[in-house]
């Protein structure tokens, strides 16, 4: 059974920091990339970062470049997201995401953890 396992968000003054971390289990094939989704309320969820297990390579919100980095320094299945600088407007439900091949291309999300940025 396929888990994916999110840490717990919380509350963060503006400006401050947060590292949210993901674990991925129990899946077979290749993990082809972990990414990090938001989304908030009658809106879309949105692609905040992704890093690719082949070379490591990142993919970046323009909204967050610069202030958030995706990382797996251990190895391929767990990845952290350090979140600084919040801002109000990163307010918002994350998402964790499996990219898997094994035949086909198959997707599993986490169960998505609540990150309120406000004073």
């Known amino acids: 059974q396929v888990q994916i396992v999110e840490s717990v968000g919380g509350l963060v003054q503006p400006g401050g920091s947060l590292t949210l971390s993901c674990a991925a289990s129990?899946?077979?094939?290749?993990?082809?990339?972990m990414s990090w989704y938001r989304q908030v309320p009658g809106k879309e969820r949105e692609l905040v970062a992704r890093i690719f297990s082949a070379g490591g390579s990142t993919n970046y919100a323009d909204s967050v470049k610069g202030r958030f980095t995706i990382s797996r320094p251990n190895n391929e299945n767990t990845v952290f997201l350090q979140m600084n600088t919040l801002k109000p407007e990163d307010t918002a439900v994350y998402y964790c995401k499996l990219t898997v091949i094994n035949f086909a291309l198959n997707e599993y999300w986490g169960q998505g953890t609540q990150v309120t940025v406000s004073s």
């Open positions: 129990g899946f077979t094939g290749r993990n082809l990339a």
